[in-house]
């Protein structure tokens, strides 16, 4: 018999909102810093290959391809955008998708939720290296 309570899209789902909401408190953390931290859809990606050359498309690319899956062009559009583009350097703590900022989980706008993330990350990766 397998796992009754195991359901995959929906711890799929909560790590990728936990992501986010670390984002958005380590963004929080760094505001006057200078450093953007964002969060970016995963997206679901057609192909596997990976041509550098077409990385440049990518930044351009962030129309979806067909109803669900994108190509690798379009699903390196948002890091790139992100990582490359001067307009978007002074935008932080905010979830993108397809190029552009986007509402997302409505548990994102919680700060007290990012924070609890934030300190269970925190005590989690503290009892695996030790004391400083």
Same mark, same amino acid.
């Not at 050359?53 to 690798?72: P, T, V």
């Given at each position: ?31 006057? $810093?200078?450093?953007?931290? /964002? ?11 990976? /041509? ?7 930044? $351009? ?22 990582? $490359?583009?001067?307009?978007? /350097? ?36 503290? $009892? ?5």
């Amino acid at each position: 018999m397998g796992h009754l309570f195991y359901k995959p899209f929906t711890f799929y789902g909560q790590s990728k909102l936990a992501t986010a909401l670390f984002a958005k408190e380590l963004s929080r953390r760094l505001s006057d $810093s200078g450093i953007a931290v /964002n969060s970016v859809h995963p997206g679901a990606v057609g192909e596997r290959a990976f /041509n550098v050359a077409s990385a440049f498309h990518s930044i $351009s690319s962030c129309q979806w391809r067909g109803l669900f899956m994108k190509s690798i062009a379009q699903g390196r559009g948002d890091p790139g955008l992100l990582g $490359s583009k001067p307009l978007v /350097n002074a935008v932080t703590g905010e979830y993108w998708a397809d190029c552009k900022v986007a509402r997302g989980s409505k548990y994102l706008e919680d700060p007290q939720m990012a924070h609890r993330v934030w300190t269970v990350f925190r005590r989690d990766v503290a $009892s695996h290296i030790g004391p400083a």
